[in-house]
């Protein structure tokens, strides 16, 4: 392999990893509105492409917890919002961004300023059980 082509794949990884954010995120009780004790929670990654279309991918693991739906809202820590992207159960604990989702302009400026979260819902907490704010 030449030094250019080298140097071309190093450039065009660079530029994918660039286009891409990668966050991880822990749900708790404590995040809920108002804020539920209880011994549910969990954990994931969720990447978000800056590029066109801004996809969105990752998933979340529940533990303790018997969920009946999970979704990334759009809402400041602290603050409730409407649901952005319904998420797909995809195991026994395991909840996933339905392929081909992503996020519009104004949801990829939210995500930027730490405005969307996870939020975890139970038969028990209809409202959520555990909820995880997504900070870039």
């Known amino acids: 392999m030449n030094k250019h082509r080298i140097a071309a794949i190093v450039l065009a990884l660079g530029a994918a990893l660039a286009n891409a954010g990668e966050t991880r995120v822990v749900l708790t009780g404590a995040e809920e509105l108002p804020a539920v004790t209880t011994n549910a929670s969990g954990s994931g990654v969720i990447v978000v492409g800056n590029g066109a279309g801004h996809a969105v991918s990752g998933s979340i693991v529940v533990k303790d917890v018997q969920a009946t739906a999970a979704h990334i809202h759009q809402g400041a820590a602290g603050k409730s919002g409407p649901p952005v992207i319904t998420l797909a159960k995809t195991g026994d604990n395991t909840w996933s961004v339905p392929e081909g989702s992503s996020f519009n302009d104004d949801q990829y400026a939210a995500y930027l300023a730490g405005n969307l979260y996870i939020n975890v819902h139970s ?14």
């Open 123 to 136: 038969a028990e907490h209809k409202p959520g059980e555990i909820r995880g704010q997504l900070r870039p």
